[in-house]
């Protein structure tokens, strides 16, 4: 027999004891065999998941604490790229496009996503021994072939990578690339994964083998070993550090995996989004005092930013700051406000024009302005004359800090009676500008880009 015959024999043998082939997972191919997971135990019953249709330019705000566990594409701030999502436990992260990762706790700007809500029930707990690398699909296989309809499957453990070895080629023969998958030790990877099969078998041919999988890596592999309850595997993967956020192939070669099982009445439509409305301030309370400086010249730019001088803040916002003029109004004074409601290119047309921009937040973070969660704002007079204050307003030195004790008697007065009355309905004081106060949920807020003569009036 020919050399190479007896090589071409070699090699195939070799294949076939493999126990299924090979997968690869990055440079290198991973050895997989066929093995299931074994039940931990079963809840029964079914529970529902639910889906964001992309739609328009506009991402759709949610309330991160209502769901469990979702992917899709999504981003921190309204006015960013979305990017690669999975939702773990009530924190979304999201992969920009340079390649960081951004967190969020409380609300996430979604373009897509399919999950689960927080008060989902599993249908069982499985568990994947540590053993061989089997592959992403037989384990999804081996659960699906038992449930009929839509099904949700989240899991937790170490999948198998091997990696060449520094200043090696980057390709090499298929023998050299089996002989590596059977004699050197594949390194563990960390990973949590949701994978959602949308429809069953009696949908239109081949639809109910079709699984979308999406995972967030770890930095540790988490904690090995049967999980009782979703919520032991939440517990495994924040211990082990989540991190990137990544698409994952169902040829990945999974060694040990926790398994929490979905069967689903159904995927519904998420029709729920938050989207407060921007309103006039001066609509909600006559009272207040409007002095809107950007749209004119008196500011630190000397020049107008907008094309009209409107004051919007968030309606619970804009009612916040009505119970403060009435609080005020008590006590002999009126508010005046300065600035509210920023759309977000203005906001950056500011930051460039700044001369010092230690007093400005960056664009890729945004202003609290920018979500009409911020006002600036000082005390006048019933009769509308302004009281004397530490300083005049947009004054980036020391003397407008909320503890400098330079001003005299009378403004140190007036700033502490402007800090005490916004505090008392829930505004947070900013250190460094006696007349800025933040929402104290600004975060719930997305940024906006409304131009000020465009926004939304209130309703009568």
């Avoid at 594949?186 to 079709?210: I, K, M, Q, S």
């Avoid at 004790?405 to 007036?414: K, L, M, P, V, Y």
Wanted: proline share 8%.
């Amino acid at each position: 027999m020919p050399r190479c015959s007896i090589l071409i024999l070699f090699v195939a043998l070799g294949l076939a004891a493999a126990g299924g082939g090979l997968v690869l997972w990055g440079a290198q191919p991973v050895a997989v065999e066929r093995r299931g997971p074994e039940p931990v135990v079963e809840f029964g019953g079914r529970t529902n998941g639910f889906v964001v249709e992309p739609g328009g330019k506009d991402l759709k705000q949610q309330d991160l604490r209502e769901i469990g566990w979702a992917f899709g594409r999504g981003a921190v701030h309204y006015l960013e790229p979305p990017g690669e999502m999975f939702i773990l436990g009530g924190r979304a992260y999201v992969l920009d496009a340079d390649g960081e990762v951004r967190t969020a706790d409380v609300l996430i700007n979604t373009e897509y996503a399919l999950g689960i809500g927080r008060d989902s029930r599993a249908t069982a707990m499985l568990h994947l021994p540590a053993g061989s690398p089997v592959t992403l699909d037989i384990v999804l296989a081996e659960i699906g072939d038992d449930l009929e309809g839509p099904v949700a499957v989240l899991g937790a453990g170490s999948f198998a990578t091997v990696h060449a070895k520094p200043g090696g080629t980057p390709s090499q023969s298929r023998f050299s690339a089996w002989w590596k998958s059977r004699f050197e030790a594949p390194v563990r990877t960390g990973l949590v994964f949701l994978a959602f099969r949308t429809a069953g078998p009696e949908a239109e041919p081949g639809a109910g083998d079709r699984w979308q999988v999406h995972g967030l890596l770890t930095a540790q592999v988490p904690e090995s070993g049967p999980a009782g309850t979703p919520g032991e595997i939440l517990a495994r993967v924040l211990e082990a550090e989540p991190r990137t956020p990544t698409p994952v192939s169902t040829d990945s070669a999974a060694v040990e995996l926790a398994l929490a099982v979905y069967h689903l009445a159904g995927i519904t439509p998420a029709t729920e989004f938050i989207e407060p409305p921007l309103v006039e301030i001066d609509v909600v309370d006559p009272t207040i005092v409007l002095d809107v400086r950007y749209a004119g010249t008196d500011n630190f730019a000397g020049r107008a930013i907008y094309p009209a001088a409107r004051a919007y803040l968030v309606l619970p916002e804009a009612e916040r700051l009505a119970r403060v003029n009435a609080r005020l109004r008590e006590q002999g004074f009126l508010l005046k406000v300065y600035d509210a409601y920023r759309p977000f290119s203005d906001h950056v047309r500011l930051w460039e024009l700044a001369p010092d921009k230690r007093f400005w937040a960056h664009p890729d973070r945004g202003s609290r302005h920018s979500r009409g969660a911020a006002v600036d704002c000082t005390l006048v007079t019933l009769d509308g004359r302004e009281v004397e204050m530490p300083t005049g307003f947009d004054d980036f030195t020391r003397r407008a800090h909320r503890d400098y004790q330079g001003a005299s008697e009378a403004a140190r007065r007036h700033r502490a009676i402007l800090e005490a009355a916004m505090t008392a309905e829930g505004f947070i004081p900013l250190a460094k500008e006696w007349w800025h106060f933040d929402s104290p949920v600004w975060w719930e807020y997305p940024l906006r880009d409304i131009p000020l003569a465009a926004a939304m009036d209130f309703p009568p």
